[in-house]
Every structure is written in C-alpha cells, then in structure tokens.
C-alpha cells in the first residue's frame, strides 16, 4: 500500500510543472486527497485538496489561480498542476489521502517529490 509521487524537478521561475501521485495497494476513489509541500527551515503547509469524488477543490491563497488539483479516479491518480511559477514555490511536494470508514480513519503519506524553481 503506498502513494508515489512523480513529475518534480526544476524548472525556470514562470515556468509549469505537472505532479503525479499514483496509488497502489488501495483504491484511491474512496480517499480525499492532499497535496503539502516542505520548504527547508519551513513547516510543511497544505497546497491543495480535493473530495475523493473530484466535486470539491480548496487551495491555500498563494496559490490559487496557478495550481490546479485533479484526479483520475479510473487511473488511481491525482494530479497537482502547477503554473506560474516562482522560487518561492521551491520545496519537496507531498500527496496525502485520508478516508473515515465508521470509527475507523486510513491514512496515506507518499514519499515526496522535490520541485526547484530557478534561473
């Protein structure tokens, strides 16, 4: 059972970059899904999330209108696309799901993916 993330790497301030986090072991339908992200010398913060359905997105100020959080449900994917971007958006880039079933809570934590944004 785990969450592997995919698509970091470094690109040029204004530049796009798409992230994957694939499933395995579980069906990712059935989870709410997070996107967080860890700055060095800074606590982790929430990007981005979504309703296992897909209706419901949220994203933190700074990046709403430049990111946009998806799913595939069929593919036990989701996606974190990412425009616009600036050095500040540097950091290691974690996806999270968390689904309640009766008195019982699963949660699932990926490795992370590392995201550099520089000239």
């Known amino acids: 059972v785990q969450l592997v993330e995919s698509g970091g790497g470094l690109v040029q301030p204004g530049g796009s970059l798409r992230l994957s986090c694939a499933a395995s072991?579980?069906?990712?339908?059935?989870?709410?899904m997070r996107w967080y992200r860890q700055a060095p010398g800074k606590e982790r913060e929430l990007v981005a999330a979504?309703?296992?359905?897909?209706?419901?997105?949220n994203y933190a100020d700074s990046m709403k209108g430049r990111f946009t959080i998806s799913r595939d449900n069929a593919k036990n994917t989701v996606y974190l696309q990412m425009n616009s971007l600036k050095p500040e958006d540097t950091a290691v880039y974690v996806c999270?799901?968390?689904?309640?079933?009766?008195?019982?809570?699963?949660?699932?934590w990926g490795q992370g993916t590392q995201v550099t944004v520089s000239s």
């Open positions: 979504i309703t296992a359905t897909g209706g419901s997105t």
């Open positions: 072991g579980f069906t990712l339908s059935n989870y709410d």
């Open positions: 999270y799901g968390r689904r309640v079933s009766g008195m019982r809570e699963y949660n699932y």
